[in-house]
């Protein structure tokens, strides 16, 4: 174990979270420094067994997510299960879970009793919906949400809406529960109040979604439809040999590459100078780029692109991404020695800090692979401990 660097360091936080959305945000402030126990039940994280491992319960999905933790194991039916958690409480600046409120409560670590075990938590709960709202009981996955926040609709069409292919709503709300735990203990600094923190999954991707997606609903009443249509229109490109994509935005790129490929009369065709008439003739515009970009091969248009300082890529294959010029040369997938997994290849923390770095100072921990650490830590004796493994309370490797 390296020491913690980031700007969090000091900071203790305990992770009552499973799958993505929690582990994801939870990870994350322990990237940027902040100790972080992950208290899982003795079956574990169900993530632990998505997807592709090569020991069972060591999930390439769940090492992505679970980094930069420590993990006990704990039955929270079992009272002396309980017990440990009561103990651990005060011992942190805040507990992050995604156990459904009202479940968390009759386990007995609803707000109030955490906040009487420490009256400076910060109690974050990642939730679903809103505890307000009439949805409030519901569970929620990733689907369910890109489904019920419009998301999907944007994806495909109001008639035949589609998925993101990616967990994107749980990755998102993750980075939106990082940000409230930080604001919550950022404020906790300044003042000693410690408070109860809820990101709700449905408000926090409608308001991601609606930035640009509310389009004339943006107004009231309405002045035209929702969307944005440059998103419908923007497609990639096929070159003589691959693929691409060219994004001239300004009135100025737009110009110099219509004049560049040798087409400037688009220019006035398109109205491209005038950003409103413009708008209305992106498709038009998309689809005269899609007809121009076969003429040359990837690695022409890419030459002509950086000199005329119009956005492009080419793209990168899921397999080749670590390779892809400018990840590679930021180390941005770097492989690692985990003790029992053998070479990995993890994404590094991506944010930069000049003074407090962030860094891979934990491998992603096995189930219960700290238990008995943290115990004695707490101050359990060896035979307190024996004890609470003959009566399956706790699990440990």
Known sequence: MQPATGPLAGLRILDLTTVLFGPVGAQTLGDWGAEIIKVESL???????????????????????????RSIALDLKHD??????????????????NIRPAGLARLGFG?????????????????????????????????????????????????????????????????ALT?????????????????????????????FNSIEMFGGYAFVP???PTGYQRMKA???VRTKDGWLTMLPYSADNWCTFFTEVGHPECIEQFAVRDPVARARNIDAIYDRMREIAPTRTTAEWEELLLRIDVPHTAFAKLGEIAEQPH??????????????EGRIRQARPATRFSETPAAITRMPPRLGQHTTEILAELGYSTAEIEQLQAEKAIGSE
């Open 234 to 236: 923007r497609k990639p």
């Open 327 to 340: 990840l590679k040369a930021v180390g941005m997938f770097p492989e690692l020695d985990h003790p029992s």
């Open 179 to 207: 940000a409230a735990v930080t604001a919550a203990l950022l404020h906790r600094e300044r003042t000693g109040q410690g408070q109860m923190v809820e990101v709700p999954m449905l408000e926090t991707l409608a308001a």
């Open 111 to 175: 707000y109030d009793t955490c906040r009487d075990l420490n009256p400076k938590l910060v109690y974050a709960v990642a939730t679903g919906f809103g505890q307000d709202g009439p949805w409030a009981a519901r569970p929620a996955f990733d689907e369910v949400i890109q489904a019920a926040s419009g998301f999907a609709s944007a994806m495909g069409t109001d008639d035949e809406p589609a998925f993101v292919p990616s967990l994107i709503g749980d990755k998102i709300c993750g980075m």
């Open 43 to 69: 079956a574990g994280d169900t993530w632990r067994n998505s997807g592709t491992f090569r020991n069972r319960g060591m999930s390439g999905q769940f090492m992505a997510a679970n980094r930069n933790k």
């Open 222 to 224: 309405p002045i035209g």
């Open 80 to 97: 002396s299960g309980k017990s440990v958690l009561r103990r651990l409480i005060p011992t942190v600046d805040a507990l992050v879970s």
